[in-house]
């Protein structure tokens, strides 16, 4: 059951510190992919809330339109720490109201998801034309990880058929492997099913953050047993080499492949 509250703001727009992003824009907060290794898991915090992460949902809203002038040909993401397409967007349609606004303020808009609901924006989408990119997170192309890691998640195959959708619609598309789960992630298998349908890829590491570290080498215990002493050393032992081997690695099949593949893995902090 997840607890559902409606919380107005004066307005969708943050600063954002990514590099290339003016604006990020979340429409809620909170989620409920109850991805074992939510990142976002921090905003709990602040969000008075007293239920776990992934069972409530804070529906953002906002009679202030946005000011053409202060969004024009800007690049907005929409989202930073919330998936824009969780399950509720379907009869709240917060996400297609704001990608309304974008549209006719012309900014550049930037989607990260994990949901194939985005393909329901698709004619929003056809009419920001060059000016708008899907991106679909994978941390791996095996459905039953999926399962287990990412419940709430479209499944593998509907992130699949929706990126070659966009993608045939004209619209830029790109995939992000991450978080990369080490000794599980076929990186290859991802590119070899999604290849076809994607112009661009960002691969990032899993960062281990105190909220969720027991969590989640709970998780790999119970369900990738053969795995975790390769977990121990990298975030018990601060061991880099895993993640310099690997980089170096995609970095040479995309050079050899022709792909545009951009890596950003960095070094594990040391887990307590």
Request: hydrophobic fraction near 35%.
């Amino acid at each position: 059951m997840v607890t559902i509250s409606y919380i107005p703001v004066k307005t969708f727009l943050s600063k954002s510190k990514i590099s290339g992003v003016d604006y990020a824009i979340n429409p809620y907060i909170g989620c409920t992919h109850k991805c074992i290794y939510c990142y976002a898991e921090y905003m709990r915090k602040f969000s008075g809330h007293e239920e776990p992460w992934g069972e409530f949902l804070d529906v953002r809203t906002c009679n202030i339109p946005f000011r053409p002038i202060q969004l024009f040909h800007t690049n907005v993401l929409l989202s930073s720490v919330t998936d824009p397409y969780n399950p509720y967007e379907r009869e709240f349609q917060i996400t297609r109201n704001i990608l309304k606004q974008l549209r006719d303020c012309q900014a550049y808009v930037h989607i990260l998801t994990k949901s194939a609901l985005v393909i329901r924006d698709l004619d929003i989408l056809k009419e920001l034309a060059n000016n708008s990119s899907v991106m679909f997170s994978f941390s791996s192309a095996d459905e039953t990880f999926r399962e287990l890691a990412e419940p709430g998640a479209s499944p593998i195959k509907d992130k699949i058929d929706a990126l070659k959708l966009l993608h045939e619609n004209g619209i830029r598309t790109g995939v992000m492997i991450a978080p990369f789960m080490p000794g599980i992630t076929d990186w290859k298998d991802i590119l070899q099913q999604t290849r076809p349908y994607t112009d661009y890829y960002y691969v990032d590491s899993l960062n281990m953050r105190p909220a969720y570290q027991k969590r989640v080498l709970t998780f790999i215990e119970n369900n990738y047993p053969q795995t975790l002493p390769l977990y121990i050393d990298i975030y018990m032992h601060n061991n880099h080499t895993y993640w310099e081997t690997l980089s170096r690695e995609i970095k040479s099949y995309a050079l050899t492949e022709k792909l545009d593949i951009s890596v950003f893995f960095s070094s594990p902090k040391k887990t307590n």
